[in-house]
């Protein structure tokens, strides 16, 4: 029995495992940072013997109340992966399995890896409305890549997706991926009607050094990237000076910022009602784009969530707060569940890498309904 953690985005830490009756693991923390809860592992064993494994410590992790109701989720091929019932107690996740292989992946959610990642890239300029563009390096010196999709003009809006600024959400990524699929789909009406009216950038990866050194929250350095977009710098945070700058050279009239959340097992998103120049006309837009999300799929919903901002109160250094006082346009937090969304919940997969998927490709069309508003 072996269990091993050395590929990209791999994090497990084996305290005892050579029963596989009593398999004990911890999770690594993110480096230079106390942040942890992202876990990805393969383990390699008998087949049709039951393991029993036990991830502890997790009343210390950065999302305690994350692990209650959580289901880990599993996958042999590393494609297609499920949940295997789970238990939380006294900072303890236990679950069992009987594996119908020799090897299995177990991971916190379904992985998107950096190999995927520069293959959705390398894809998307293939299709002739992208442009791959490189903005810069990331401290372990990967590329900061952006797609910019349609043809400028001064009377298109400019539209902004960022995803992944927290690495361990990859529901964000595989959100993203839907959502180009639909964009580059030269025979999709909400596309067309979108880059006949816009010009979409899109990040689907902020933090690829984070990604690939499985970490829940932090870069190379261990900085919460959704806190510098203040004061970014290159020294700390080269990933958000890099997109801040170009968001800048090209204008932004609308921003999406995709994450995931941990406790709370639905779709919701979280506006700018806190920043200091919210008016009548964001909040005009905000309801336009909710209403027209909610008619277009029922995955998403805006009663749980986070509570909003009181005036004037917004955190400033976070992505979309930031943008949206920096540019006077509509920015939206979207958050996904790493749990199940429970009004349609689903037990033998949860919230899903799949459900991810569709669920990007479903914003496109909300988009449609306020892209003649944002500017």
Known sequence: MKI?????????????????LNIQLEINKDHQSEFYQWFHFRLETTPYQLHKLNINELDKSA??????GYQAVAS???????????NYENGTLSFEIEPECGSVYFAYFAPYSYD???DLLSWAQSQGACQLITLGETLDGRDMSVLKIGEPSEDKKNIWITARQHPGETMAQWYVEGLLHKLLDDEDPHAAALLSKAVFYVVPNMNPDGSA?????????????NREWQTPSMENSPEVYLVLNKMREAGLDMHLDIHGDEAIPYNFIAG?????????RLKGLEDSFKAALLTITPEFQDEHGYPKDEPGQANLTVGSSATAEE?????????????DNNDLPDPDYGWSDRRSYQFGQDTLAAIVNVVDNLR
């Open 272 to 280: 700018s009602e806190g920043i200091p120049s919210y008016d009548a």
């Open 4 to 20: 091993s953690s050395n590929f990209d985005s791999g994090n497990i830490k084996v305290i005892e495992a050579t029963d596989p």
């Open 76 to 86: 042999y091929d590393r494609q297609t992966w499920f949940r295997v019932p789970s």
């Open 213 to 225: 050194r499985g970490h829940l929250r932090t870069n190379a350095k261990g900085v919460n990237l």
């Open 116 to 118: 995927r990642h520069l």
């Open 327 to 339: 540019f006077k346009a509509l920015t939206y937090t979207i958050e996904m569940p790493f749990k």
């Open 63 to 68: 999302y305690p109340d994350g692990w209650e």
